[in-house]
């Protein structure tokens, strides 16, 4: 590819196109191939040769796929951004031109991943500069020209089950996903979901779509609090993962570990060793201990990272269950059904709880009722917690 002339590499293309193989022709437009670094194809003015060995529209999508070559050798991803924009909604009007065919989905795949990843680059390069863009403008944008080829997907009907373009929408509905988790606009991912819900192939797309589509479900499903829901999809995704896939194996397991903890699931520091993952030991051991003076020291040890992996808030949410293992360990030790709420405020004074006071102390203990994580019932004259002589600290898997 390093001494391919313009004129071969575009003579490949009309090639590729003319025997339908998408196959061909998408890495020929991919900035993950080769042809990237070849010096003769960095060309700022490719329009007139792709018009004179290429039909259109097929001349604009190459011709804005090579000037974008030149701009990235130029470090101008901006630019890059633009030409591939245009490339996009150049070739969204072929693929909608194409009745019962889908050979060029390889070839919208790429297009939309290059653009995601170029508008990531752009907003960086802006903000960089003296008159930034808006946080995520170009990646809404981008947004925007992916949606243009999901809807020409998503609206192919009447073609035959394997000529159909709908086998399209997996891959570019993760496209989506990812920018939208990335500009913080989750809504958006509930009618793609969806679309997707109501498909007959649905489960025949690859695995590898698939994984990757039930990863970022199931992250949303935390974030609404739908721990059930986010445990079946993030386990889907953790088991099916490739195993040399470990860096994936270790993205899904930064959610799913919270998740299954929430659930009374506690990791073992083996798997935490496996996937490099020991920030989350401390925490673990606090929860299994009922140890809230702890729990909130691994917190902060840890905040850094649990911040930038987007789980800080969800581990927040242990302190529940901290409280809950903590009730259980003082039942445990006074062997009574009757429980002074004032063993409840002591216990929480050695982990320096700071202002504990009995009405707050029966607030707490409350809302573990009201859950479901504890079974019993408060006597507020006699400042007495009276929990259940049979199961009074069901699992928390039958409470979810």
């Not at 989506?176 to 989750?186: D, G, M, Q, S, T």
């Amino acid at each position: 590819m390093a001494h391919l002339t313009f004129n071969s590499y575009l003579a490949q293309i009309r090639e590729s196109i003319d025997e339908q193989d998408g196959f061909l022709v998408g890495p020929l437009l991919s900035f993950k191939h080769p042809h990237i670094s070849n010096p003769r194809l960095q060309t700022k003015t490719p329009e007139q040769k792709c018009e004179q060995i290429l039909q259109q529209p097929w001349d604009e999508i190459v011709a804005a796929h090579v000037r974008a070559i030149w701009a990235v050798a130029n470090n101008d991803f901006v630019e890059a951004y633009a030409c591939q924009a245009a490339a996009i909604t150049a070739f969204t009007k072929v693929f909608q031109a194409m009745k019962d065919e889908n050979w060029a989905l390889p070839i919208m795949f790429v297009l939309c991943i290059d653009l995601r990843l170029f508008a990531i680059s752009a907003e960086a390069q802006k903000s960089s500069k003296l008159h930034a863009a808006k946080k995520g403008e170009m990646l809404e944008k981008a947004a925007d020209s992916i949606m243009g080829c999901f809807r020409v997907c998503a609206s192919d009907n009447r073609s035959a089950p394997e000529n159909s373009k709908k086998w399209g929408m997996l891959n570019l509905v993760n496209q989506l996903f990812k920018i939208y988790f990335r500009i913080n606009k989750l809504h958006l991912c509930k009618p793609l979901i969806r679309a997707i819900d109501s498909l007959t192939i649905k489960d025949r797309f690859s695995l590898s779509q698939l994984v990757t589509y039930r990863y970022y479900v199931g992250r949303k499903s935390m974030f609404e609090n739908d721990f059930k829901s986010a445990d079946e999809y993030l386990t889907f995704a953790f088991e099916r993962c490739h195993r040399s896939s470990k860096a994936n194996k270790k993205l899904i397991l930064i959610s799913l570990i919270p998740v299954k903890m929430l659930t009374g699931r506690l990791p073992s520091r083996e798997v935490l060793r496996k996937y490099d993952l020991m920030q989350f030991a401390d925490v673990a051991d606090a929860v299994r201990c009922g140890n809230l003076l702890k729990l909130n020291e691994a917190l902060q040890t840890h905040e850094l990272f649990f911040i930038k992996s987007g789980v800080y808030l969800i581990l927040e949410k242990l302190k529940v269950i901290t409280y809950r293992n903590l009730f259980k360990k003082i039942w445990l030790l006074m062997r009574t059904h009757q429980l002074p709420v004032g063993t409840f405020v002591s216990a929480l004074q050695l982990m320096r709880y700071e202002g504990i006071d009995l009405d707050e102390a029966e607030c707490i203990i409350a809302n573990l009722i009201y859950e479901g994580k504890v079974k019993g019932y408060i006597s507020h004259a006699h400042r007495t917690v009276v929990v259940s002589k049979q199961e009074p600290f069901p699992a928390l898997t039958e409470v979810l």
